[in-house]
């Protein structure tokens, strides 16, 4: 067996070698056009988009006939479908750090993690309001 196989750490052409270097830049399309972040005659606070009022929920504590647990309902939803009280019902457990399910059109978060969801409700639009429970 040859030991002449590997390959010099000393810095040598190997290591320096563009396997890219040959190819042509001819027949790519042109690339886009460059666009500054933010225009020039508009304020960055023009550039915020103004968050949609999406409603009134109702984040409700709940005890009752749940052997004692404490859990976390968000209830009167309006105008959204399942898939995304799913998706705001998943970013709820993952800020909390706990399970939760969604159940009859409502959102059940386990413990008591009113102000976590109030927070993650209004940063998806909603006005949530503590109610009786």
Not at 63 to 75: L, N
């Amino acid at each position: 067996m040859s030991r002449n196989n590997r390959i010099p750490t000393t810095g040598g052409q190997n290591l320096k070698h563009n396997p890219f270097s040959e190819l042509a830049m001819t027949g790519l399309p042109p690339g886009p056009p460059d666009r500054p972040d933010e225009p020039a005659n508009q304020p960055a606070s023009a550039s915020a988009v103004p968050r949609k009022n999406r409603g009134r929920v109702d984040i409700i504590r709940q005890t009752a006939g749940r052997g004692g647990k404490t859990v976390t309902v968000v209830t009167n939803f309006i105008g959204i479908g399942l898939p995304e009280k799913e998706k705001l019902a998943k970013a709820m457990q993952k800020s909390c750090g706990v399970g939760g399910t969604v159940k009859d059109g409502q959102i059940e978060i386990q413990g008591d993690k009113r102000s976590e969801v109030a927070r993650i409700l209004t940063e998806a639009g909603f006005q949530p309001v503590f109610a009786g429970g």
